[in-house]
């Protein structure tokens, strides 16, 4: 059985990893809107990793026989500068949630749950992968020359290779 302070730490990450998916989904969004859709695609399926993550807490605070709430998701933003402006807040994004997976594996320490402590070492590991891709991005959009032509139009079409981890039926 979890703490009621465990429990309530981890439907706030719940929402944490919906609004993830909220954010990548509106950068999905703003990719279209300037006919990126290698970027696109890379975020689309960065929505539905999220919403896995999202998922998988959820599944575990039910079978620990807690409950699950639901709170709103905040709205994210809707515009950026440029692909590198938004692949820079990506990164950032998940270094930030790097810091709430870290504070909730202080608190499964603390209140001596060590079940938590073990299911959140997959999230501890997937933040790793989760900081290394939004910032290799971040490189080699750099490294392509940044935002404007021939450099950005071949990361575009490298992004756009991204396998999207849920399969979506045809439009
Ligand atoms: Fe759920 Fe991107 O961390």
Redesign the pocket.
Known sequence: MLSEKMEKALNQQINA?MY?AYLYLSMASYFESVDLEGCARWMKA?TQ??MI?AMKIYDYVIERGGRVLLEGIKAPQQEWDSALAVFEHAYE??QY?TSLINSLMNLSIEEKDHATQIFLQW?VS??VE?EASASGVVQRLKLAGGDQGGGLFMVDKELGQRALPISMPAA
């Open positions: 990893e993830s960065q990793e999220e993550h994004h998940e949630v999230f997937e933040q989760e």
